[in-house]
């Protein structure tokens, strides 16, 4: 915090006409009391889940800082007494592990910064020369010495980064962030290298301690033509350390973090305001503090102070008047010539370093009248008449948006014309709005973004069928007769064949006669079982003469049966274009006639189909409306002669990363069927019942899942 001069006072005092006593007694500016030491500046890192904080001081302290903590809200406060803010700001976004932000308030000669937590963590303090170190551990954990040694590995001096062990790089390479920002990556071989970081001059110097750089890595990279604040960096071995020097350009700020072996620099732009004040204040007010008090001074006065104090060059308007009393302690300067200009209705605008401040509405008259004028020039200025060629939209689209009564781009006086052929637009307006069409069309009119879909559509099945079974069958042959001939049998409608009232002495004709075979009604396969299976056991006992017989039928039979039918469209499209692939067969339908109309054919889909909608976020990511189906004929049960079509269709909306896979539907079938052919009581029967009945287990399982991947499709190579 800076103090005001004894001239800026005494002519305050001297606009006031009061006494010189009483001004030095009454209006006077509050300067803090001198502090024999002070914090000049404060570094957070992470490591693992533990956040280490390093403020450097102008003397090194006696004792650790006292600190405390609250539970609700929760915050971790540490006093330094005798010691003032340096930093030039009171309060500092964190965001790392459970620290959030953190606030640097002076009272007198005594600092406080207090952390403000998502929770409130195990803390330790602990000094090394200038620098405290602050150890933040994970909630539920404690604080180890091995963490503060790493602490001091981090923020320490070389002599006691020699501690965390040596190490080595792997690799070193650069990334573009998705807002401009320049990140130089380092891989590390050993997550506990010592790591000191400084601004020398304007480039950013990091410090790997206690390692070493493979030969290949020892080189200048030129990454200007990733368009970020990084122009160069350099990596190069330096005794025993590593030095990365990173060269940025134009106004910047930088900020470092390490995850496990990964340490990222990054570097990104301060944008400038010009309507601003203080350029590169983080919050709405950045300037170097001050401390007011006035009682009954004249505000002309007060802005004088202001001038003094910021070497801003300050304009006032004769209409600014009147008297103001105020105290102000420690705020930001732009903060308070805020509060003056709010108390007395009073606006400002800036020039480079020209403040011109007058009331409110005398400026919004003034800026007004300047529209008007500009809006009767833009009357009379001359038509010019431009072409512009349409590479990659459509310019009837483009001329439809310009001729809409809604508009806003072309002036009252202004039109278009469209040439479909050429896909160009002829444009007559005045300078300004040409300007602005031009700066329409050059946002609009670039090459879409196109992304590849792939689905996978895998149907899988499983079939098992078992069959177990005995029949026991008795037959003769006596004086009954059938007609030409008969016999008399049980278990079995015959078993041998008769020929003029005598029974075939043929072997094959007789064991192949029988006309129903244990397990003949099993469901897998043809759903038959052959002439001779393998698991079928046929036992046939019979007297010399052939006239009775004792016939003995085993069967054991299973099928197991497995399938997979995997399907997969790609098709690529442009960003918001939907588009639709399908492969497959038209199956005819013949309608049956009615009265003298003759039948009609028509004919229905039955086909693999993808359709999708692909939107890129600005995130990288892909939005997906998709939707998948397929359909097959079912020939073997048609119905009026005409087969069934078995649909399978999903349709969602989803988001997915470039690149990965989804699944967004699946459908799971199982069935089971267990039959028990028996003859009534017989079957029945415990032990003896297993000879007259037979069992047949059915089991099958259908699952059908759908898989989406979709990929943007790079405009050009990459950097690796």
Do not use: C
């Not at 944008?271 to 001050?290: H, I, S, T, Y």
């Not at 202001?306 to 008297?323: E, H, K, L, R």
């Not at 059938?482 to 005598?502: M, P, T």
């Not at 896979?661 to 267990?674: A, L």
């Amino acid at each position: 915090m800076r103090s005001i001069s004894l001239i800026a006072l005494l002519s305050a005092a001297m606009t006031v006409m009061v006494p010189a006593s009483d001004v030095l007694a009454q209006s006077s500016v509050v300067a803090t009391k001198e502090a024999s030491n002070r914090i000049e500046s404060l570094e957070v890192s992470q490591r693992g889940g533990t956040v280490y904080l390093k403020l450097t001081l102008k003397e090194p302290l006696a004792n650790p800082p006292a600190g405390f903590s609250v539970a609700n809200p929760a915050r971790i406060a540490f006093d330094f007494p005798g010691t003032a803010n340096g930093l030039g700001r009171s309060q500092q976004d964190i965001g790392q592990g459970d620290v959030r932000s953190a606030n640097i308030v002076q009272a007198g000669d005594r600092t406080r910064l207090v952390l403000n937590m998502t929770r409130v963590s195990p803390f330790e303090s602990r000094i090394d020369g200038r620098d405290v170190i602050i150890t933040l551990a994970p909630a539920g954990r404690d604080v180890a010495e091995t963490q503060v040694s790493q602490a001091m590995a981090n923020f320490a001096a070389p002599k006691s980064a020699a501690a965390a062990g040596a190490g080595s790089i792997r690799d070193i390479n650069f990334r573009r962030g998705k807002d401009g920002e320049g990140r130089v990556v380092v891989q590390l071989a050993n997550p506990e290298t010592g790591i000191d970081i400084r601004q020398q001059g304007g480039n950013l110097v990091v410090e790997f301690l206690k390692a070493s750089l493979p030969e290949h890595l020892q080189r200048r990279s030129d990454v200007t033509d990733f368009a970020t604040p990084v122009t160069s960096f350099t990596a190069q071995a330096q005794g025993d350390n590593v030095r990365l020097v990173v060269t940025p350009n134009g106004k910047w700020e930088h900020n470092a973090y390490q995850s496990d072996s990964q340490f990222v620099l990054e570097v990104r732009r301060v944008v400038e305001d010009p309507n601003k004040l203080v350029q590169g204040a983080r919050g709405k007010f950045g300037g170097e503090k001050l401390s007011l008090n006035f009682q009954n001074i004249d505000v002309r006065s007060v802005l004088q102070v202001i001038a003094d104090f910021t070497n801003f060059n300050i304009i006032t308007s004769d209409s600014v008047q009147g008297n103001l009393t105020l105290r102000l302690k420690d705020v930001p300067w732009d903060q308070a010539l805020d509060i003056i200009l709010q108390s007395k209705g009073l606006d400002m605008r800036k020039s480079g370093n020209v403040i011109w401040i007058a009331p409110a509405e005398e400026l919004a008259t003034r800026e007004k009248l300047q529209l008007e004028a500009k809006a009767q020039i833009g009357d009379l200025e001359p038509l010019q008449t431009e072409s512009f060629q349409i590479n990659y939209h459509s310019g009837k689209e483009i001329f439809e948006f310009l001729k809409s009564k809604d508009q806003t781009v072309l002036s009252k006086r202004g039109s278009v014309v469209v040439d479909e052929r050429s896909n160009r637009l002829f444009v007559t307006d005045v300078s300004t709005r040409l300007a602005a069409v031009a700066s329409l069309i050059k946002e609009i009119d670039i090459v879409p973004r196109q992304v590849m879909i792939e689905a996978r559509v895998v149907e899988a099945n499983k079939d098992f069928a078992r069959d177990l079974g005995v029949r026991l069958g008795y037959g003769a042959s006596g004086s009954i007769k059938f007609g030409k001939g008969g016999n008399i049998g049980l278990g079995s409608s015959e078993f041998a064949s008769v020929s003029n009232g005598q029974i075939s002495t043929d072997t094959n004709t007789m064991l192949n006669s029988t006309v129903h075979r244990i397990g003949e009604s099993a469901t897998s396969g043809t759903g038959f079982l052959p002439t001779q299976p393998y698991g079928a056991l046929n036992l046939t006992l019979f007297n010399s003469r052939l006239t009775r017989f004792l016939n003995l039928e085993l069967a054991a039979l299973e099928s197991d049966g497995r399938g997979r039918v995997v399907s997969s469209p790609r098709i690529l499209t442009a960003n918001q274009v939907e588009a639709t692939i399908k492969q497959g067969q038209e199956i005819p339908y013949v309608s049956p006639s009615s009265g003298t109309e003759p039948p009609t054919v028509k004919f229905k889909d039955a086909v693999l189909m993808l359709k999708v909608r692909p939107q890129i976020t600005p995130d990288g990511r892909v939005q997906l409306k998709v939707e998948v189906s397929k359909d097959r004929a079912d020939f073997a049960n048609k119905v009026l002669g005409n087969p069934p079509i078995n649909k399978k269709s999903v349709t969602t909306e989803v988001m997915v990363e470039n690149g990965g896979t989804v699944v967004i539907g699946g459908v799971f079938e199982e069935e089971e069927t267990n039959t028990v052919d028996r003859v009534p009581v017989l079957g029945e029967l415990p032990l003896i019942g297993a000879l007259f009945r037979s069992t047949n287990t059915t089991s099958s399982r259908r699952e059908l899942l759908v898989f989406i991947t979709p990929k943007i499709v790079s405009e050009a190579l990459t950097l690796k």
